[in-house]
C-alpha cells in the first residue's frame, strides 16, 4: 500500500513524508502518486547535494519547503480542505478531533456517575448522558468553528500564515503493511492473559486479605464464563487468519465486530441488572457503612461499564479504520 520498500529496516523523513501525503489519496492513484512525489523529492535533495550541502541537511530543507504533506496531497488530488478557509482548514480540524476525543468520554462519564449516585434507574442514565454527549459535541462543534470563522475573517497575523507553522519533525512513522506476526502473537497473548485472569479470579482472587474473593459473579460459571471463553477462542482464529491473509478485510472487520459485541453487550446488560460483578466484593473490601458501600460500588460499576463500552467501540473502529485504509 505504501511508497516503501518492505526490505528497509529503518525509515528516512522522506519515507515518513511520502507515508504521510499518501495517506489521504485514493488507493488507485496511490502508488504512482507516491512514485513521483518520491522522485521528485529526491531530485530535489540531490541538487542541493550537489551543490555542497549535507545530504541530511538538505532533506530537511526540501520537505521543509514542499509543506504540510496532507495540504500537498490535497493539492496533488484537487481536495478541498476547507469548511471556514483553507488556509486554516487543517489546524481547525485537527484541534476538533482533540477536543472531541477528550471532552466526550469525561462528560459521558462525569454525567452517568452522576445521575447514578441520585438514584436514576438505567435508562435514565443512558438518556441522560446520551442527551448529554449530543448537546456538548454540538457546542464543541459550534464554538470551535465560530473562533476559526473570526480568526479566519478578521485577524491579520503577517501573511496570514497557519496557526501552527508545519516542521518535518511532526512526520509521523508509516504505518506497517498488513498484519505482522509480532501483532497475531501481541493479541494471543493478551488472549490468553485474559484467561488465565478470569479462571484466577474464580479460584484464588486478586484481594490478598480476601482469599478466593473473586470479583466476576461466581454464579456466571460455567455457562456465561464458557461462552466468553468461546468467544476469546473465536477471536484468537480471527487473529491468525488476519496474519494469513495480510490484513484486515471487510468481511473480517465485521466478524471481529459481531464478536466485540457479543462481548461487551451481554456484559453491559448484566452489570445493569447487577448480576456481573460479585455482590459480596465491595462490602467485603470497603468495609464501611452501608451506605458508603453502596456508593463505591455504582461508582465503580459505572467506570466498569465505560471501560467495558470503552474497549469495545475502539475495537471495532480501530479496525474498520484500518480496513478502510488498508482497501
Known amino acids: ?135 456538548v459535541a454540538l457546542h464543541v462543534v459550534f464554538w470551535t468553528t465560530l473562533i ?33 506476526f509480532g501483532d497475531m502473537v501481541a493479541s494471543l497473548v493478551f488472549l490468553a492473559i485474559a484467561v488465565g485472569a478470569v479462571i484466577w479470579d474464580r479460584f484464588v482472587g486478586f484481594v490478598p486479605t480476601q482469599p478466593g474473593l473473586s470479583f466476576l459473579n461466581p454464579e456466571l460459571w460455567p455457562w456465561w464464563i464458557g461462552g466468553l471463553f468461546v468467544l476469546m477462542a473465536l477471536e484468537a482464529v480471527l487473529a491468525v487468519v488476519v496474519y494469513l491473509v495480510r490484513g484486515w478485510t471487510w468481511t473480517l472487520a465485521i466478524v471481529n465486530a459481531a464478536i466485540a459485541l457479543a462481548v461487551a453487550v451481554p456484559a453491559l446488560l448484566l452489570l445493569a441488572q447487577g448480576m456481573l460483578v460479585n455482590p459480596d466484593f465491595f462490602p467485603a473490601v470497603a468495609r464501611g457503612a452501608a451506605e458508603s458501600d453502596s456508593n463505591v460500588a455504582a461508582i465503580l460499576s459505572v467506570v466498569f461499564g465505560f471501560v467495558i463500552a470503552g474497549i469495545a467501540v475502539w475495537d471495532i473502529t480501530d479496525v474498520f479504520v484500518k480496513t478502510s485504509r488498508t482497501r
Open 148 to 180: 476559526f470563522v473570526i480568526v479566519e475573517r478578521g485577524w491579520s497575523r503577517g501573511a496570514r500564515a497557519p496557526l501552527t507553522e508545519w516542521t518535518v519533525d511532526q512526520l509521523p512513522e508509516p504505518r506497517p503493511r498488513g498484519v505482522g
Open 1 to 135: 500500500m505504501h511508497a516503501t520498500s518492505p526490505s528497509r529496516t529503518t525509515t528516512t523523513l522522506t519515507d515518513r513524508y511520502v507515508d504521510a501525503a499518501m495517506r489521504t489519496v485514493p488507493e488507485s492513484g496511490r502508488d504512482d502518486l507516491a512514485a513521483e512525489l518520491r522522485a521528485s523529492i529526491d531530485d530535489q535533495i540531490d541538487a542541493r547535494v550537489d551543490d555542497g550541502e549535507p545530504r541530511d541537511v538538505a532533506e530537511r530543507a526540501v520537505l521543509t519547503g514542499l509543506g504540510d504533506p496532507e495540504k500537498l496531497a490535497a493539492d496533488y488530488t484537487g481536495r478541498t480542505l476547507y469548511l471556514i478557509g483553507p488556509r486554516y482548514y487543517l489546524d481547525w480540524w485537527r484541534l476538533l478531533k482533540l477536543l472531541l476525543w477528550i471532552v466526550l468520554p469525561t462528560a459521558a462519564l462525569g454525567v452517568a456517575l452522576a445521575r447514578t449516585l441520585t438514584g436514576s434507574n438505567v435508562g435514565e442514565v443512558i438518556g441522560g448522558t446520551v442527551v448529554t454527549l449530543l448537546t
